[in-house]
């Protein structure tokens, strides 16, 4: 038998990333514990456009096989009682951020139209006008398109560096020059077969060849916006492509390098973050963003600081140690978003199986629903007798922790 007991960190691996559930105005201790270590913080907050964000989620094995039923939850609220309360975050968030980086670290803040100039000069009076690189350009297709004026198609990502001793590197963001707008330009083939285009001025010959890099200046047309089916997409509303995170990042990290993200959301930053190899920490205040961001990471290296749910729904589990089997059989939570009597076992998401410390879940084995793995794995090859805890996510993204009753 199993029971439903409450835990705050869970940890896989050596546990070092960190992936906490909390508000920035009051930032959790162990994210301030990077104060002075961070080479880039990245933050995109909500925009102010007074909406109620949802989240879509397939739910069981039919919906992650078809797409549907795909279930909306309530994500997140992007509404203030008035600008000075909205400013207060804005504040918060920059000073935080710079507190975290370290001499050579910069931070990315992300809007739109809305609060971009109140951001702007937020950011030049906390990191001082010397600091500001960049204002990049993220312009993009989706979305509707005003007739009243010109369709608003673009975001402001703000580029701050905490000193003159930044790093910054864009030749690791090489782009394919191609033949295109060269179309003023003599084109020629070398006598290795490159093809390039060709100037002459003050009877000097310049080649631009087809296949050397070019590099991204700071408008960026390229990366559009994630697609209703792409399979990047988590449901999470207002997730950002990890391509775009990539570029962010690549020219001003390296491997190893700490990168935080204080309003992480679906955990975009992170994945691109731990795909470069770099060690990260993300916060937000919304526990399914965290369960969102787990299911997308490598659950390796990595600690989960958010509180489980008490809600006493029975986790149904079928133990044989004559053979050696545990089986999960299904879990009973209820949630307004669930299809009408859903069964047990597609309620589920995700589950980890792990043992108890001192409170704290040391995860051993994970499984989580994709649409690769539609279907939930019930039943673990592990030793019943060497289990002790078990960690559930349901289909809406709450978390619950069971415990061997009498262990
Ligand atoms: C625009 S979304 C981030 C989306 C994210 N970049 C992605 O790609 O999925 C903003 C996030 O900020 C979080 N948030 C809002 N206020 C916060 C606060 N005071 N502390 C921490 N997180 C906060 C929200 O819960 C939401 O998930």
């Given at each position: ?53 949802t989240?879509s989620r397939?739910f ?11 279930p909306k939850y309530p ?260 949630h307004p978003s669930f299809p ?55 289909a809406a ?11």
């Open positions: 038998m199993f029971r439903q007991i409450p835990v705050r960190r869970e940890v896989f691996g050596g546990g070092e990333n960190l992936l906490v559930c909390g508000d920035v105005m009051e930032l959790p201790e162990e994210i301030r514990a990077l104060a002075g270590r961070v080479q880039c913080v990245y933050v995109d907050p909500p925009f102010m456009t007074g909406e109620r964000f989240r397939p069981g094995t039919r919906g992650w096989k078809t797409g549907s039923p795909a994500a997140f609220e992007d509404r203030y009682e008035d600008e000075t309360a909205y400013l207060e975050l804005l504040n918060r968030l920059v000073s935080e951020a710079r507190e975290l980086l370290g001499q050579a670290g910069v931070f990315y803040l992300h809007l739109d139209w809305r609060m971009a100039a109140q951001a702007r000069l937020a950011c030049d009076r906390i990191f001082g006008k010397e600091g500001f690189l960049n204002e990049i350009i993220w312009a993009y297709e989706s979305g509707g398109r005003s007739k009243r004026y010109f369709p608003r198609k673009h975001d402001g990502i703000l580029l701050y560096a905490k000193s003159g001793k930044y790093k910054f590197n864009l030749t690791r963001v090489p782009l394919p020059r191609g033949s295109e707008r060269k179309n003023h330009m003599a084109r020629g083939v070398d006598e290795q077969g490159r093809p390039y285009a060709r100037i002459v001025s003050g009877g000097k010959e310049y080649r631009y060849y087809d296949d050397d890099p070019v590099y991204p200046g700071d408008v960026w047309t390229d990366i559009s916006h994630l697609q209703q089916r792409d399979p990047e997409r988590t449901g999470y509303a207002t997730q950002k492509p990890v391509r775009l995170l990539e570029r962010l990042l690549l020219p001003v990290t390296n491997e190893g390098d700490w990168v935080v993200d204080l309003c992480c959301g679906s955990g975009t930053t992170l994945e691109a973050a731990q795909r470069l190899g770099c060690r990260f920490a993300g916060l937000d205040r919304n526990p399914e963003a965290v369960a969102v961001t787990l299911s997308r990471l490598k659950a390796e290296n990595l600690t989960v600081i958010c509180d489980t749910s008490l809600d006493q729904a029975a986790l149904r589990i079928r133990e044989d140690p004559t053979e050696g089997s545990f089986s999960l059989e299904g879990l009973e939570a209820e009408e009597n859903a069964a047990a076992a597609d309620v589920i998401e995700a589950w980890e199986t792990g043992s108890l410390e001192e409170g704290v879940f040391r995860a051993e084995r994970r499984f989580c629903r994709s649409f690769r793995y539609p279907e939930l794995t019930t039943t673990l090859r592990a030793d019943p007798r060497a289990i002790d805890a078990v960690m559930v996510t349901d993204g709450r978390r619950r922790a069971y415990e061997r009753k009498g262990s």
